[in-house]
């Protein structure tokens, strides 16, 4: 069965770093795009960043250019969210999602969602 499983989020201090993992079973990673979502309280999903099964990167949130990056290890089959100098604003829970090759900023077109970890920034 196709899962995809979400790890590492948690409490961090403000200006702290939190790497998030994203493990796929089931199937392969490499032909697929994955994308990182945030949902804080009250608030709708948003996407945050991409990659595309060549590697590229796309940022749908500009708060987090420049603090936050993507990576894949297509061999362990895992994406993963760095996420450096965190900040209140960006507390929520993250999940992450698959699509066929390219990212997109239609969250209808993501096809399999992970059930997300949260990840809590205060003092």
């Known amino acids: 069965q196709a899962q995809l499983v979400e790890s590492g989020g948690g409490l961090v201090q403000p200006g702290g770093s939190l790497r998030l993992s994203c493990a796929a079973s089931?199937?392969?990673?490499?032909?697929?795009?994955i994308g990182w979502f945030r949902q804080a309280p009250g608030k709708e999903r948003e996407g945050v960043l991409c990659?595309?099964?060549?590697?590229?990167?796309?940022y749908y949130a500009n708060s987090v250019k420049g603090r936050f990056t993507i990576s894949r290890d297509n061999a362990k089959n895992t994406v993963y969210l760095q996420m450096n100098s965190l900040k209140p604003e960006d507390i929520g829970a993250y999940y992450c999602a698959r699509r066929p090759f390219d990212c997109s900023p239609d969250e209808s077109s993501w096809n399999y969602w992970g059930q997300g970890t949260p990840v809590t920034v205060s003092s």
């Open positions: 990659i595309s099964s060549s590697g590229t990167t796309t």
């Open positions: 089931g199937f392969t990673l490499e032909h697929q795009a």
